[in-house]
């Protein structure tokens, strides 16, 4: 009986563990700290389950469990799929066999090659499964807005008509398909629009690695505008640039994308504009990134090019998709996961600070992997996700059909989605006071002479300058070229603690950043002006 029992111990121990690849029947935010979690390689989070990579001789210490397969497991051979309606599971069912399914949720073992000619008719996304990186949570509180005065400006600075133009600029390239050299000019034109409002932007290459077919060469605009306290700290608004009409397999010649996502992409673009004019205690980034229909591969390149930096990247803002609001269906969804509900609040409060009229809907689903705040959800960045609520029922999803002119019906939707983002990331950013205003323990208080606001900026043809005099001595108002030339001079008579608005027009100035100053007696005032043509 000791030989047998010997030999038989011998063969155990011969034989090696066989790594799963497994699903729990858990709620991350529940056991997170338990001492499993700390064995096991995460690749998905769900409302209530996960999946994780395990050895095989470790599966006694998980809790509740089903073991989805095992032996030599290959990540790159699963595909996370996440289905709009039913009709996409057909198409998902061409792809491999299907191991895991929860609600829209399914993971997908692939079997052999991809067909070429998979459609994303009632697919929201298809990613390849990723392995969480979860060891920098952010657990530092939402910042708050010192002034939020100054941010209710910028909120209504946002013109429905300038974001209605940036949509359409972005849909006359007829197609902005990543793999077509279309998009490459969206990208110029992305990064000329930002440098046009005086922010410095960059198109960054890198190879976009898709969850089919072969890598190729793609690029994000990323714009900053670094903070005035905290430059490290990093809050981040972002959209993709790219678009599809349902098949991102192929060079689609027309894509329009409207919608999706001309809508976020502009968005950034706006958020921009309005920003443009104002310091921040905080580093604000403006992203549009590319190739994320083919798997969300932009924002994966810089999310993990930012973790292995070290980026304090302290909340995204992705919108993606905001022009579908038929009535009854005129809501804004925000996708948020366990460690992003701070910013999630953050995005509620600004909307109905600032945006009274937009509907808002939070909702956990850390599994939704649809759009590139999942990038971020993967280094342990807090992000969410604002998108229309009613997405399964926009008949022009992934179509040609996805235009601009079959959205102008839903609006001013559009625009307050946009203004919500805008508000949440102005907020957080924390703007500071223009020039001639000082911190105080209650209202800002004015000095001698103010610039109190200068509206539209930027500005094109004209510009509302209001100032703020204490002294009552007439004030003259010119405005300087970056060479310092004075180009127009305004003079205006003041009474003492007295506010006026005075119509500076610019029709023949060229569009650039500007300095825009203020003088009486003694006292001087000075702010940014920037023209935009």
Sequence with gaps: MLVALLALSLLTTAIPSTDCLVSIEADYRQVQGEAWIERVDTFEIGADYMIVKVDGGLLDQLPAHTVLDRGGIDETRYLKVELLSERGRAEAERLGTILFERGQHLVIRQEG???SDVRMDGIRAIVELREFQLSRIDSSPVPAPAFPDIVADIVAGVSAASYQAAIQDLQDFTTRNARHANFRNACTHAHDVFESYGIPAEVEEYVADPWYGTPFTCWNVVAEKPGVVYPDSIFIICGHLDS??????????????????GSGSAAVLEAARVMSAYDFKYTVRFICFGAEEQGLCGSAVYAQAAYAAGDLIRGVVNMDMLLYGPAGHDTIKVNYDGNSLPLAQAFNTAAASYVPGLNVRLVYAPGSGGSDHYSFWQYGYRALEGIEDYLSGNPHYHRTSDLLSNYMQYFPFGSNCARAG??????????????????????PRMEQLAITSVSPNPARDNVLVTLHSLQGEPVSLTVFDILGRALRRQNVETTASSTIGIHLG???LPGGIYLLRAEGGSATAATKLVITR
């Design 244 to 261: 599809t009409a349902g098949s991102p397999s192929l060079p689609e010649a027309v894509a329009p994308g409207a919608d999706d996502n």
């Design 506 to 508: 610019l029709p023949d």
């Design 422 to 443: 805008i508000a949440t990331l102005a907020s957080l950013a924390d703007p500071q006071p223009l020039a001639g205003v000082v911190d105080g323990p209650g209202a």
């Design 113 to 115: 090659e991809v067909p």
